[in-house]
């Protein structure tokens, strides 16, 4: 069983439109965060939470929301889609209590703006 | 600024040794990180130096320099599943990783 889900997988939306994005676990990490990757550019990081009644914005949030419902949930929403906002979206977790507090990534999701 | 630099593309060929580089320049460090990405798919992590030297892995070995902020990732025993984008990684002093563009490996019979 997978340690990091993603939901859904592939998801092809048009302008205007409000989507969320679901990330869940199962290793009990406390740190949570949001990437986009796009064609020729590293993963820039939207957003990040370091425990359930922590959001922060990382470099590129404009457009994006988050909600840390749970430990072990984090969603990514977009208010209203754009053509721009097509990419590919990662979820991560990690441990700060591991001494690397090395980052585990969920399978993606693919979203599509039309 | 915070900058991250590896090559954008490498070749190599089945069962010979390449090595990938990483420079960066970032506010403080915690850290650097090695990940295997392949096409479409998620990064996996790989390797982690804090500390100057050489840390093996395996097949997969990944070495530290702080004061020339440089690291590289060096694969053995090349082989065609090993084709995949390498991303090298810092951590600063916020904890938040940085990430370079990726170098894309192709591995050649």
């Known amino acids: 069983d997978a340690d990091v889900t993603q939901t859904p997988r592939n998801r092809i939306t048009k302008t205007g439109k409000r989507i969320m994005l679901e990330c869940s676990q199962t290793?009990?990490?406390?740190?949570m965060y949001w990437y986009r990757q796009d064609p020729g550019l590293g993963l820039q990081l939207i957003y990040y939470?370091?425990?359930?009644?922590?959001?922060n914005k990382g470099e590129i949030s404009d457009g994006y929301s988050v909600s840390r419902q749970a430990q072990a949930k984090f969603s990514l929403s977009l208010e209203s889609a754009i053509p721009n906002q097509t990419a590919l979206y990662f979820c991560?977790?990690?441990?700060?209590?591991?001494?690397?507090?090395?980052?585990?990534f969920g399978p993606g999701t693919r979203l599509t703006v039309l | 600024g915070q900058n991250i630099d590896q090559p954008t593309e490498m070749t190599a060929t089945e069962g010979a040794i390449v090595q990938i580089n990483c420079t960066y320049q970032t506010s403080g460090f915690n850290g650097l990180f090695w990940y295997q990405q392949h096409a479409g798919e998620a990064p996996t992590f790989l390797s982690y130096n804090v500390l100057d030297g050489l840390e093996e892995k395996g097949r997969f070995s990944s070495f530290l320099s702080r004061s020339k902020g440089y690291s590289y990732l060096l694969l053995k025993e090349l082989q065609m599943k090993d084709s995949a984008s390498y991303l090298c990684?810092?951590?600063?002093?916020?904890?938040?990783?940085?990430f370079g563009t990726g170098t894309r490996l192709q591995v050649f019979p």
């Open positions: 991560a977790t990690s441990d700060n209590r591991e001494n690397t507090d090395t980052q585990y």
């Open positions: 990684a810092v951590r600063g002093n916020t904890d938040k990783l940085i």
């Open positions: 939470s370091f425990d359930v009644k922590d959001i």
């Open positions: 290793k009990g990490h406390d740190r």
